[in-house]
């Protein structure tokens, strides 16, 4: 049996098992990680714990240890913050079942997995409602292993071919039991020695004891031992991960697929209405030569107190200021899109199952060093668009930037869990290693993507610029840069933000997310979401006579992450325990990994933003005759 590390739903920090005073055996051995199990602080090792297969034995002693007063106040902080311990068992992970009955429907009920079991528990008052200060240690576990045998006969004895059995279940049932023992403990008789609590008679049942309750104070002795039962399943060894990837909540999550259309179909209604009735009014004034002479007559007068979108085009396509960063941000988003796209799509065929640990980590980093080449030949394109120069400090810029970016925050992140000793600090081999994926493949797949880019010719665009840039009228206070960029994004966050609590709550939870389905669906509806916000945003401010849409597109579908950040923010602060709330390290490790979560959404939802309106605005200044 492997043992893990220590996680809260109280608190993002997690911590490795043998920094807490447990059971150690004679070698600890730390097993291999991927390169994703890394990232995520997943560290395995060997245990004291041991089990042979189909011999069920109980009560036997993991060892005796003595505890100070501060080892003491160490675990019932851990019991306090309800850390859980995990473990694992041929991959599979340890669970605690819990039965749960709904509200509406009591007899009703659904068996749930814990992952790991509790370090402690909060002791009740004496009423049963109040809660005391005191905490009990589980130091008994019984642990049920479930198994299936190849050739699978409808009996539940331990007997048949014992060579060929599957382990598709690993359970534990936690105990927290003060043991006792005659005289002199027997060290030597580990792990059957022998005590009074234990009885041996009737194997699984205890004698008259208390719980082994935390004295914080004075420290004291702890005797650890476990139970290993064998139980036969029907479960198949394909099947063995079902029962940690069940979904309990499906209808919440069709809830939020329907909220979220009913928000597209809104805006493709405006969409639609700006395409074939007021754009097609414009192409029919614009374009006389269908028109009859009254018509043009009209038409003309019309022309004259014109205050439409018709009368930028000579400034529509004027490179914006920082125009190059625009470029090199549509470069990173390009490559943000497609490695969301490639992720999402081996996710839903099933290659990112939570089986293969580290997968998804891993996946989405290698997707994104590979995509290197479009983010270098996008940002190239675009370059050239705006007369940048200097193709070297864009082609470095774009390859530096956002990774740049996330890698500093990442680092100062681990600093601090470095410097609080938690296990969810990278281990320098892998800093080193993501070094190399940067400057040794990333990095040159963004210089070849580049070179490519900007050996293509000039993006053509309809119209040319005019060289005196047009005097822009005074605009409504509703139809300013920061009113456009918060209505931008709350109705992409509004279509997300159902799914976003789901996710949140399983990374908090230490629960395994596996509806990829519906994350598929929800990536699609926020992408054409961000599309038409856009859209609709750039052809009002046109209309406006403002052709300031370069960075407004960017930023209109971008701001969904501000949102997204701002209700991150909201989940800690309602989730977290309240010593949490001000603790550094908790703080920088929750908030530094929401900050680059949120900072790749926001360069790839205004990546979207921004090409939507370019080819939008390609497309109506492309379909008019100017004179």
Known sequence: MKVQT???????????????????????????????EALAG????????????????????LCRKKYTA??????????????????????????????????????????VYNLGYPVGARVEGESGDEESDTYILNNHLRFRILYHPYDSKDDDSLDGDKEGFFIVGYQVFPLSIKHTYRGKFNESGIPYSKLTT??????????????????????GEVVWTYDVEWKRSDVKWASRWDVYLQMTDDKIHWFSIVNSLVILIFLSGIVGLIMTRILRKDFARYNESSMTEEEKTEANRELREETGWKLVYGDVFRPPPAATLLAVYCGSGLQLFIMSF????????????????????SSVLFFFVL?????????????????????????????????????????????????KQSSTAVPFGTLVVLMLLWFGVSLPLVFFGSYMGFKRETIRVPVATSPIPRQIPPQAWYMSMPISVVVGGLLPFGAVFVEMFFILSSI??????????????????LVITCAEIAVVLCYLHLCGEDYRWWWRSFLTSGSTAVYMFLYGAYHYLTRAHPAAHFDLLSASVYFGYMGILCYAIFVLTGFVGFMSCFTFISKIYGSIKID
């Open 6 to 36: 220590l996680v809260s739903p109280e608190t993002p920090l997690q911590f490795d098992y043998y920094q807490l005073p447990f059971c150690q055996p004679d070698k600890i051995v730390d097993l291999p990680e991927n390169l994703g």
């Open 42 to 61: 997943e560290k395995a090792h060997t245990s004291a714990y041991d089990a042979h297969v189909l011999q069920n034995e109980y009560c036997k002693v």
């Open 70 to 111: 501060a080892e003491m106040e160490e675990l019932q902080d851990f019991a306090v913050l309800d850390y859980r311990v995990n473990m694992r068992l041929d991959s599979l992970p340890l669970a605690e079942i819990s039965t749960l009955a709904y509200e509406d429907n009591p007899e009703e009920t659904v068996q």
């Open 198 to 219: 234990c009885n041996y008679q009737t194997p699984g049942q205890f004698g008259p004891h208390n719980q082994m309750v935390i004295d914080a104070e004075n420290g």
């Open 342 to 361: 490639l992720t999402l799509f081996f996710a839903v065929l099933g290659f990112l199952s939570p089986a293969n640990r580290g997968a998804l980590l």
């Open 371 to 419: 995509m290197g080449i479009p983010a270098g030949y996008m940002s190239a394109r675009f370059c050239k668009l705006v007369q940048e120069k200097n193709h070297f400090k864009a082609t470095l810029m774009t390859s530096l930037l956002f990774p740049g970016a996330c890698f500093a925050v990442f680092f100062v992140v681990n600093l601090v869990a470095w410097s």
């Open 508 to 525: 908090w939870q230490h629960r395994f997310y596996y509806m990829f389905g519906f994350l598929a669906l929800v990536f699609v509806i």
